[in-house]
């Protein structure tokens, strides 16, 4: 359906349900998004699934889903109406539309596109080709050898209806092909890198579809800007070479083309190419690994915007609000791992301790260490006692500053939910100590925190660092303490801890420590 709207800015993006959302998808819905917000445009998601081989419902779910998660909403496009627990999971869900520029699905619009290649046809835009594909892979070896483009030259252009007719009865295969106009220079303002122009003869008559109700992506894709009312297609720059054949669909219909704006490509660490299958790269791995939407989205946008101040974190609002598409760089942006670090650290220290608790809640159901009992509780997985959200958020409290990605939480603070703990024996020493020296050491911190009456941590911090003081060296008695409550390397202050765990398990595990040095 065409509405009439030609002042109204609308962008697309127009992912292909083969694989899962990645950064470099993502960057390319945000900006997409961003731009129509800011000018109060419309923002579509497409879905463009005209390869059926590769297209899975399975990752069309997870693309919506994936943007759902990251907070970038469209006005027009498949909605899902029952969403299920996981954000990744795709069984049972129904998928309707809203906007009335649909069906939003290419799969969908096979009508249209038929509708689209008949005027084609019947003008002379486009025609039918039989030679095989051995022919045209000959031809263009030929050409090469003689220092020619390997562009298809059009053996098919020609031919009369007779023909055409006789060849379809004899049962030969065909595609159909675009009458590309010859050395043309096909020339549009890009946004981002200026003015492009390609020439005609580095593509030649190149096809459109297989067959009337099968049309390839560069017939689809302009098809469809046109019949949308995209205005400006803002698309990663391996889409530059399809611009001219878009444009010179759309010429051939006689309708005006959209604005394109190309963005950058983005580089992996050592300036290499990103790969669109890279696991490391695709979204769900970084919701595994603990990343939050906000630090994503502010990462993504960096990658090749640059407001040009020294301000680096921004909110979704604030990037609407400074968001323009002359600040996009040229050259290629560069993916710094370390910097996504730092920015979720960032976000993570911004949360409120209740909410991050509830974020890091699935990563230690996860890891088995505990499971569900009442709304505010959780049972441990070893031996089923129970404990209070209230004491999840109080480990998690001693972790929040140095936090980078929420998948570390249950490492950070395991030896808090489990019953037993394993350490090496030799973690238990403290520089030059004799084992000797470290179980009179763990004997000392059982008669201090025994005679603790207020268990507490202030209570339990003046006590131990008071005896600590005493010591030729504080870490003689903070270092065994420390590591008999924990089992760790590093970790929160003792006292923090102490507290965490209680006195009868302080006392358990100091008792299990000097076993450790006295029998192992
Ligand atoms: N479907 C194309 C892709 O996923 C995008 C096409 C476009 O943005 O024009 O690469």
């Known amino acids: 359906m065409t509405t009439n709207e030609p002042e109204k800015i609308i962008t697309r993006f127009a992912p292909s349900p083969t694989g ?65 627990e996981s954000i990744f999971d795709s069984d049972n869900y129904s998928i309707r539309y809203k906007g009335n520029r649909g069906p939003y699905r290419q799969s969908e619009r096979t009508q249209i596109y038929k509708k689209y290649l008949q005027k084609m046809i019947d003008e002379g835009h486009a025609y039918y080709c039989f030679c095989t594909k051995e022919e045209v892979e000959a031809q263009k070896s030929y050409l090469m050898s003689i220092g020619e483009s390997p562009v298809y030259k059009g053996n098919c252009r020609n031919l009369t209806k007779e023909e055409i007719s006789e060849k379809i009865s004899q049962g030969k295969r065909s595609v159909i092909r675009f009458r590309t106009s010859e050395n043309q220079n096909i020339a549009f303002d890009d946004m981002i890198k200026g003015k492009i122009s390609i020439n005609t003869e580095t593509f030649g008559d190149f096809v459109i579809a297989k067959d009337l109700e099968t049309p390839l992506f560069n017939f689809t894709c302009a ?74 989205i502010n990462f993504v946008a960096f990658l090749g915007w640059n407001p040009g101040t020294e301000k680096e974190i921004y909110s979704m609002e604030e990037l609407i609000t400074d968001f323009s598409i002359e600040k996009i760089q040229k050259s290629g942006a560069v993916f710094n791992p370390e910097k996504l670090d730092w920015l979720n650290g960032l976000y993570i220290r911004k949360k409120p301790v209740t909410e991050l608790t509830n974020l890091c809640i699935p990563f230690l159901i996860n890891a088995g260490l505990i499971k569900k009992h009442t709304e505010l509780s959780f049972l441990t997985t070893d031996t089923e006692q129970i404990v209070t959200m209230n004491k999840i958020e109080k480990a998690i409290l001693l972790y929040q500053e140095r936090l980078k990605k929420l998948s570390e939480i249950p490492e950070l603070i395991d030896f808090i939910l489990k019953d037993e703990i394993n350490y090496e024996k030799d973690l238990l020493k403290w520089k030059n100590m004799t084992d000797n020296e470290i179980v009179l050491s763990l004997e000392n911190s059982i008669k201090i925190i025994k005679d603790i009456e207020d268990f507490e941590k202030n209570v339990i911090e003046k006590v131990i660092f008071e005896e600590a003081e005493k010591m030729p060296n504080r870490g003689n008695l903070l270092w065994p303490f420390r590591v008999a409550l924990t089992g760790k390397q590093s970790s929160a202050g003792p006292a923090e801890i102490a507290d965490l765990l209680g006195k009868e398990k302080c006392l358990d595990r100091l008792e299990l420590a000097i076993k450790k040095i006295k029998y192992a």
């Not at 994936?66 to 970038?72: D, N, P, R, T, Y």
């Not at 878009?246 to 219909?253: D, F, H, K, P």
């Not at 950058?264 to 769900?284: H, M, N, V, Y």
């Open 20 to 84: 899962p959302a990645h950064i470099g998808s993502i960057r390319t819905a945000l900006f997409n998004y961003l731009f129509s917000h800011k000018l109060r445009g419309i923002f579509m998601l497409r879905i463009e699934d005209t390869d059926k081989e590769r297209s899975k419902s399975e990752w069309e779910h997870m693309l919506l889903k994936s943007l759902e998660w990251l907070g970038i909403s469209w006005d027009e496009g498949p909605i899902i109406v029952e969403g299920q």
């Open 223 to 296: 098809i469809d800007d046109h019949e949308m009312n995209i205005t400006h297609v803002i698309r990663g720059e391996d889409h530059v070479s399809n611009t001219p054949k878009q444009i010179a669909i759309l010429n051939a219909l006689g309708v005006k083309h959209p604005i394109y704006a190309h963005m950058p490509l983005i580089l992996g660490q050592g300036k290499k190419k990103l790969s669109k299958r890279d696991a490391e790269t695709s979204l769900e791995e970084y919701v595994k690994d603990g990343y939050l939407p906000e630090a994503i």
